[in-house]
Structures are given as C-alpha cells and as structure tokens.
C-alpha cells in the first residue's frame, strides 16, 4: 500500500492529460524548464564573478603579508 506500482502512475498521468491537455502540460514543460535553465546560468555568473573579484581588505586594516618581513621573533632572539 505505501509503494505506486507503474500501473498506479499510468492512471494518475491519463488523470492529468485528461485535466490539463497535452497543449497545456507542454507550455508548462517548456516554461519550467527555461526557469531552471535561468537558474543555472545565473548561479554559474554569480560564482564566476566571485572568482574574478578577489577579496580586497578594508582600507584600515594591517595584512599579513604585509608585515611578514618586518616582524621579529622576539622569543628566537631570546632562546639564542
């Protein structure tokens, strides 16, 4: 009873053609399948762009790299 065998999804499709129309079932196919298409190439634009742009810090703020090379150790000068 929890299972569809393909019999049950048979009748339940004839069900839907019958309601609907073929002419109607193609127009929403067609419609749904250019939203989806949409909807890729939108996520494919949104992360090439995140790719190109790379992030930029604030402009007050200290990076790393920065200050790598004029930073001692003062622990390693002390150990020695």
Known sequence: ???FSI????VVLLIVVMIFGTKKLKNIGSDLG????????GMKD???????AA????AGQV???A???????VQAKEKS
């Open 67 to 73: 200050t790598a090379k004029d930073t001692i150790d």
């Open 7 to 10: 019999w049950h999804w048979l």
């Open 1 to 3: 009873m929890g299972t």
């Open 34 to 41: 250019s939203a989806v298409k949409g909807f890729k190439d």
């Open 63 to 65: 990076t790393n790299a």
């Open 46 to 52: 949104g992360a090439s762009d995140e790719a190109d």
């Open 55 to 58: 992030p930029q810090p604030p």
